[in-house]
């Protein structure tokens, strides 16, 4: 249950966002109906396909959470377990996601700016984590951070523990959702172009001014489509968090864990108010973007 | 300022963007760079700027070496061929983006963010944003923004070459009249001859990344030294390696049998100019630039045979 709760996090950003492209009106009366029916036809089964996969399993967990009225959800979502659970994401995400932006934009202006060798392989190198699965991500920063690791010592003698807890969580969650923000950056950033930057710089402006006054605004909605998609993928991430956290019950278990938990303990109610939560928590922050476009879009008019 | 530049080389891989390169722009002169595309005339004016490296030689702006110092040091105003705007600015804070940066107090900016739409016409449009603004007015905007920091030099890319043809005559009337009003050393990248000629004190032609020829637009359409220069600039007639210009052919009226037969092929009516399209007697094609009254006066139809009289021809030797 927990795969399908983190397929709609991360698959409806896409859908919510990009505009819908529309054909232009065709001239005569015979092309125009077969190019409409054409259109019918593309659609169907382009929403046919979503309702399959996304909408029907959605809306069903959203039935069966309600099914028997509000008092077991409320006391599902009340339980001191699920109550940690949700803070834990909240603060994963809140690291992570801040983390991998900075990342992000400073990886984006690197590849598209810089001119240096190597920078092919770099390029690949971000786009790992898309490739590598998560639970494999897990574990190789079980290697590396756990108590066998190369950095376990070093680790253990300064009393910082990663792995089994909050901080590998983050790290965990950082790597399978690195690529997004640069991803989305990089092509923003090619069409903003050098000219603007240069001319600030010839008004004046240093680098840095030139970047937070020229650059960043220039490519802000990418940077805020980035930051988006990976906060829905940092909410849903599974596989490497459940390898790194341990999944300790009320310590190390974040929300899609705790849904997992529940369902593995026949507590079917207790799953699905958590998937739903989680549902919920990836449209706040899809219907939060989608404000913030519009109303600073209306004003600038960029 | 005066604008010297000294022996510059630049490459980019293996192409020779600028060879050798060598001129002066006087204090306060408006000079236009003149070339076709590829002869190292933006990479020129970038290079000036700051914008660009030269591989060796030198960059001079009022007696200072400025070949190592950064752009924004340079007091350089530049326009760039696409205007560049602050696209999330209104036209107010672009205009005033230089002098934020300098951390001006608000109410002198406001002043002389004023001032400046004023000077490019452009008052009342303050709130604006660029996409707001048609080309010729983001042209003005991008002009007011490169003035609003008092710069020595006044640098332009092709500054209308993206606009339609009204528009741009238009602005480059203008241009040379706010060039006289605040007289601040200018250079200006073109391809087009006519602009060149119309708006520069001093051009300076380019090709393949080497100076042809420099001086006042007179003197180089009147003693041009090489075919490149006599060909850009002003129309030509060529025969074999000897350049004619065409209001130099004499159409003669019909009764005068001396000089060269020729063909009457199509008659033009451009206006006041008409060109006569002429085949001569051995051959050769050439055209004749009249005005209109002497095409009336001399009855010019096609396929009329009459004679003409050819100029002395110009040969360069290469």
């Known amino acids: ?302 | 300022m005066a604008i010297e530049v000294r022996n510059v080389d630049k490459r980019f891989g293996d192409f020779v963007a600028l060879d050798d390169v060598t001129m002066t722009v006087g204090d306060g002169a408006l000079t236009a760079l003149l070339g076709p595309s590829g002869s190292g005339k933006s990479t020129l004016l970038r290079i000036i700027a700051g914008l660009e490296t030269p591989d060796s030689g030198q960059v001079v702006i009022g007696g200072e070496d400025v070949t190592s110092s950064a752009a924004r040091t340079r007091g350089v105003g530049f326009v760039f061929q696409h205007y560049a705007p602050f696209k999330h600015m209104s036209v107010h804070d672009n205009v005033a983006f230089g002098l934020s940066v300098r951390k001006r107090p608000k109410d002198e900016i406001a002043e002389r963010v004023k001032e400046l739409l004023g000077l490019v016409r452009l008052d009342g449009l303050a709130e604006r944003y660029p996409s707001q603004l048609s080309g010729g007015q983001l042209q003005r905007m991008a002009l007011a923004r490169a003035l609003a920091v008092q710069p020595q030099v006044l640098l332009l890319d092709e500054p209308f070459g993206a606009l339609d043809a009204q528009v741009r005559a238009e602005l480059r009337e203008w241009l040379r009249r706010l060039h006289e009003e605040i007289h601040v050393t200018t250079v200006f990248v073109t391809h087009d001859q006519e602009e060149a000629m119309e708006v520069a004190e001093q051009i300076v032609v380019m090709n393949k990344g080497r100076i042809e020829q420099a001086g006042s637009p007179r003197h180089l359409y009147e003693s041009p030294t090489n075919e490149f220069v006599m060909s850009f600039i002003g129309p030509v007639n060529r025969i074999g390696d000897a350049f004619l210009r065409p209001h130099d052919i004499q159409i003669l009226p019909e009764s005068d049998g001396t000089g060269t037969e020729a063909l009457i092929e199509r008659v033009v009516h451009l206006g006041f100019e008409v060109r006569v399209e002429l085949k001569l007697h051995d051959g050769r094609d050439v055209w004749a630039q009249v005005t209109r009254e002497e095409a009336r006066q001399l009855e010019l139809t096609e396929g009329q045979i009459l004679s003409v009289r050819l100029p002395a021809p110009r040969v360069f030797s290469s």
């Open chain 1, 1 to 302: 249950m927990s795969s399908s709760a983190q397929g709609a996090v991360s698959i409806t950003p896409g859908a919510g966002i990009r505009p819908a492209q529309r054909a232009p009106a065709s001239g005569s009366g015979r092309d125009e109906r077969a190019a409409r029916a054409r259109r019918l036809g593309v659609r169907s089964v382009a929403l046919g396909y979503l309702a399959l996969l996304l909408l029907a399993p959605v809306a069903m967990i959203f039935y069966r959470t309600f099914e028997h009225g509000l008092a077991p959800v409320w006391s599902a979502v009340t339980a001191p377990n699920a109550q940690h659970s949700f803070w834990l994401s909240l603060e994963v995400v809140a690291i992570a996601v801040p983390l991998n932006t900075v990342f992000g934009v400073g990886m984006a202006l690197l590849l598209e700016r810089g001119r240096f060798r190597g920078k092919g392989l770099l390029g690949v190198l971000i786009d790992l984590p898309f490739a590598i699965s998560p639970v494999v991500v897990g574990l190789a920063l079980v290697l590396v951070y756990g108590k066998t690791g190369w950095f376990g010592d070093w680790l253990a003698t300064n009393g910082i523990q990663v792995i089994f807890s909050v901080p590998g969580m983050v790290l965990a969650t950082a790597v399978v959702s690195l690529p997004f923000v640069a991803r989305e950056t990089i092509p923003v950033l090619r069409e903003l172009g050098t000219d603007s930057e240069q001319a600030a710089e010839t008004l004046g402006a240093s680098a840095w001014q030139a970047f937070w006054r020229v650059t960043l605004p220039g490519i802000r909605w990418g940077v805020v489509y980035g930051v988006v998609l990976t906060t829905a993928r940092a909410l849903g991430e599974f596989g490497a968090v459940s390898i790194v956290s341990g999944r300790i019950e009320g310590q190390t278990q974040t929300l899609p864990l705790y849904v997992q938990d529940r369902f593995e303990n026949f507590d079917s109610t207790g799953a699905y108010t958590a998937a739903v939560v989680l549902a919920l928590l990836a449209l706040a922050t899809l219907l939060a973007m989608n404000l913030l476009t519009r109303h600073t879009r209306k004003r600038t008019a960029a």
